[in-house]
């Protein structure tokens, strides 16, 4: 992106757990670079020291203890907030795509439709912590809860953390809550059926980043 000099763009990842983003993210920031452009990878909540810090605090309950989902909320708002002023900003000023796993909007899933916090504590958070840095691109893995859930059971030999031990009704609530969010903004989303392989899903993937921005 860097090579024209003009500014750089932020595109986010989203979908439920085990929908396959990360290494989407990889194959993306791999194919962007071998084609000569900026890329800066980083993820949400972390990517940051500060960032980080909050994300062991998310993670990993502390014994005897229950987060609520108001700190919650908060929490992953500060991890936000720092990122966007630390990291993205001044990349997409240096004309960078930023790849980031996970942004806002996992706020407005995760905190608002999963746990129900109401839209204007949510919403309000989200603008507080993000300013007017809203993705050009946010693409939707979408798999069925039960396959996520799957996956995950799969790719860890340790404990879940406490983000992964919600019921499947949960992340069904979650993957609903993307599919609505992605079709109410269609201009910023794109929905990629995360149940193809992973060839498939990194063509259609390169297909729109490419013809958007290179
Ligand atoms: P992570 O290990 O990064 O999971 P994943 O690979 O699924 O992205 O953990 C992030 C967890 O935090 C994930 O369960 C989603 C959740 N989350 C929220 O609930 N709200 C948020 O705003 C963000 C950024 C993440």
């Not at 839209?119 to 309000?124: A, G, I, S, T, Y």
Request: aromatic content about 6%; some cysteine.
């Amino acid at each position: 992106m860097s090579k024209t000099n003009k500014k750089g763009v932020l595109i986010s990842f989203e979908g439920s757990e085990g929908c396959g983003k990360t290494t989407q993210i990889r194959r993306l920031a791999n194919r962007c670079q071998d084609s000569g452009n900026d890329i800066v990878v980083t993820r949400e909540p972390g990517g940051t020291e500060i960032g980080e810090e909050i994300r062991h605090l998310l993670k990993h309950t502390i014994k005897g203890e229950r987060m609520t989902p108001e700190a919650e909320l908060l929490l992953f708002a500060a991890s936000r907030a720092q990122l966007v002023r630390e990291l993205i900003i001044p990349s997409v000023n240096e004309g960078k795509m930023v790849l980031c796993d996970r942004y806002l909007d996992s706020t407005t899933v995760y905190q608002g439709v999963a746990r129900q916090i109401a839209e204007d504590p949510v919403n309000n958070i989200n603008s507080f912590a993000v300013g007017n840095i809203i993705p050009d691109l946010t693409i939707v893995l979408d798999v069925p809860a039960e396959l996520g859930m799957k996956r995950i059971k799969n790719r860890f030999s340790d404990l879940p953390d406490r983000m992964e031990q919600e019921t499947i009704e949960f992340y069904a609530k979650v993957r609903e809550g993307y599919l609505v969010l992605a079709n109410s903004i269609p201009d910023r989303f794109i929905v990629v059926d995360g149940t193809l392989n992973q060839d498939e899903i990194e063509e259609k993937i390169w297909e729109e980043v490419s013809l958007r921005y290179f």
